[in-house]
């Protein structure tokens, strides 16, 4: 039997206002929401063209034209508008809403009389519905638009776009199952299994959750319906690496509950396992949650980069094999890491530990803050750990690293996604029950809610990672009688709670410290210790070596071009350099700054026509100078790098 399920306090009882990402998320509704709103109107020079919102007017019959764009374009409308919801939800803004409602009406109008939305399939190939579904990211689609008029629905409670998806849901639910009528397949990239759960969760309607149970158990048994698919002489093949499929890239290769590893494309893989926990807990099944544990724990203890990235593997965007974790060529799509995200919190909810957070946090700390500039209006889609401008080269390998971020991308799942993370940052916070509140993300923010049946205010001060102090008022209206549970992060040291100034003691469970009293106005205050350490992989990584990264608290930090020189692998570290901290205001807003003193290969003994000689390589003394990863490519574009070479 599961613990009953933890959940996020709604977006609209919590107000974050943190110096930390401030930089981030107050951005969004002035800059990334209207700079993301002119691409997808096609209305910024220069960036990758979206035809997004041209395609649905022209599905509405306001514009006559052909159908341009990837397949599944009409999700990035759909991110956007889960992104203005969250928004929406945090800080009104009528004109914004105005501008959301009416893209809802005009996807009102573009849906199809059955309820049917997909303008590729209703311009392009119109009349071949559900027949390429290994390639058609119809479903995919579908869960997108599920998902925001989901969000949409909490933060205006407006009725329109709920009930434009739930006649598209009822579709699906009517044409895939198990019946004979029905189509027996699923889908080719998952994302309408965790959407429909979402459905059922505010509806009730037990067709929702029913049909994304069948969609995840009829994955993977044989025949592969893929497969089968393919070789009908009906299919429509949209990608030309897709000609040689293999079932594991789309984790269909076996049914999940004999998956124990991450295989495949990365982001289909982890909004699937997203699925999956949800379904573990919903129907009570121990063998889909030890699953869920199992994949968990080979990606974050073997395929996962320091980072909190995932997939390795430019070629199909993937997971490769155990410790193969290249850093100047490795993929970690910026969705893959945004679905890990997801992934975590709700393995955490379930499971009410306080590891899969330690996880979460290094991700939307590194990864997904290196997604976006600090301007809000570039991106990136691939996020590697070294970066060398000149061999990022068209047609090679190399040439899906980007040196510097981009406007847009042909294929833009990445930067809508990083919207919708940053808006709903709070759900990530806390996570409660009737009794227990979890303290989740060290991020300053006013909370007012009910526990317990009692009304309480949290208040959360900190300026963390700056510091490692925080302070958390608790008011109640009488005294209320809950538990409060308190994140230790797996590099604290010298954790410490005080109430009222005086020493507390406290039980741990699961990583979490748990404080249960009667509240009324009390002050806890939490500090402990971060140094900056120097950390080593796994010796089976082999990309690593005899290197060594710098961690301080949940951020990892890199070598810039701009700070030290070129040529920065040329760099060894003593595995005993003294690491040490300053906070400069200046920079990026205010950072943490780490020096420490290493040597340096010279050329100057190298003449421009010699590529090797016999030569014992002259030494000089150098200052690295490291900054956060999530901060790199924020100034004059060069090198990078996070692992250094050691000198043994």
């Known amino acids: 039997m599961l613990n009953k399920r933890l959940h996020s306090f709604p977006l609209k009882a919590m107000k974050i206002d943190d110096c930390y990402w401030n930089k981030y998320t107050k951005l ?3 800059v990334v929401l ?5 691409i997808l109107n096609d209305q910024e020079k220069d960036a990758a063209p979206s ?7 022209i599905a509405a019959g306001e514009l006559k034209g052909e159908r341009k764009g990837v397949v599944f374009s009409d999700s990035d409308v759909a991110k956007w508008l889960e992104a203005v919801a969250y928004s929406l939800e945090t800080t009104p803004n009528p004109e914004l809403e105005k501008t959301a409602d009416a893209v809802i009406a005009l996807i009102g109008r573009a849906q199809c009389d059955d309820g049917y939305i997909n303008t590729y399939f209703t311009l392009k190939e119109h009349g071949k519905r559900w027949i390429s579904l290994t390639e058609g990211h119809e479903l995919y689609t579908a869960g997108h638009l599920i998902e925001a008029a989901v969000a949409y629905y909490h933060a205006t409670g407006k009725e329109a776009f709920f009930k434009i998806v739930c006649r598209f849901a009822d579709l699906i639910c009517k044409v895939f199952g198990t019946e004979e009528n029905q189509i027996h397949g699923y889908p080719g990239h998952q994302e309408i299994e965790l959407a429909l759960i979402k459905l ?4 009730g309607k037990k067709e929702y959750i029913e049909t994304a149970k069948y969609f995840i158990d009829a994955r993977g048994h044989q025949p592969n319906y893929f497969v ?14 897709f000609s040689n499929y293999n079932p594991v890239y789309s984790q269909s290769d076996k049914p999940v509950r004999e998956q124990t590893a991450a295989e495949g494309h990365a982001v289909r893989g982890t909004y699937m396992y997203c699925a999956m926990a949800d379904l573990a807990f919903y129907y009570e099944d121990e063998k889909l949650l030890k699953c869920c544990e199992k994949i968990w724990d080979n990606i974050v203890h073997k395929r996962m980069y320091i980072t909190g990235s995932i997939g390795s593997s430019a070629h199909l965007e993937r997971f490769t094999a155990d410790y193969d974790l290249p850093n100047s060529s490795n993929y970690s799509e910026t969705c893959a890491s945004i679905g890990l995200v997801l992934f975590g919190k709700r393995m955490a909810q379930i499971n009410r530990d306080a590891s899969y957070f330690d996880v979460v946090e290094r991700t939307l700390y590194n990864t997904v803050r290196s997604g976006i500039s600090l301007e809000g209006n570039r991106y990136f889609y691939v996020n590697p750990l070294e970066v060398w401008p000149d061999n990022c080269l068209a047609d090679t390998a190399m040439q899906h690293v980007k040196p510097v971020r981009q406007k847009w991308f042909d294929i833009a799942c990445c930067p809508t996604n990083v919207a919708r993370t940053l808006t709903s940052l709070g759900q990530y916070i806390y996570s409660s029950d009737d009794e227990n509140v979890y303290i989740n993300l060290f991020i300053q923010n006013d909370l007012h809610t009910e526990i317990a049946g009692n009304d309480v205010m949290l208040k959360l001060v900190t300026d963390f990672p700056k510091s490692s102090s925080l302070s958390l008022q608790v008011t109640t209206k009488g005294v209320s009688d809950f538990s409060i549970h308190i994140r230790i992060p797996d590099y604290a040291e010298n954790f410490h709670i005080a109430i009222g100034g005086k020493p507390e003691a406290y039980s741990v469970n699961k990583g979490y410290a748990c404080i249960k009293r009667c509240w009324h106005d009390e002050q806890i205050d939490i500090t402990f210790d971060m140094p900056a350490k120097l950390v080593s992989a796994n010796p089976n990584v082999r990309a690593d070596s005899n290197k060594v990264a710098i961690v301080r608290g949940p951020e990892i930090f890199c070598l810039e071009e701009t700070d030290n020189f070129k040529n920065l692998p040329s760099a060894f570290i003593s595995r005993s350099a003294k690491l040490e901290e300053h906070y400069d205001e200046t920079l990026f807003g205010g950072t943490t700054v780490i020096t420490c003193r290493a040597k340096k290969i010279s050329d100057e003994n190298w003449n421009n026509d010699e590529l090797y000689k016999a030569a014992k390589p002259m030494i000089e003394e150098v200052t690295l100078t490291a900054i956060p990863y999530g901060y790199w490519c924020n100034r004059t574009p060069g090198e990078m790098l996070v692992w250094l070479n050691t000198i043994l």
């Open 51 to 57: 035809y997004c919102l041209q395609n649905f007017k």
């Open 228 to 241: 089968e698919e393919m070789q009908r002489p009906n299919y429509i093949q949209i990608f030309p690496e």
């Open 28 to 30: 969004v509704p002035d």
């Open 200 to 203: 059922y969760d505010v509806t």
């Open 34 to 38: 209207p700079y993301q709103w002119k």
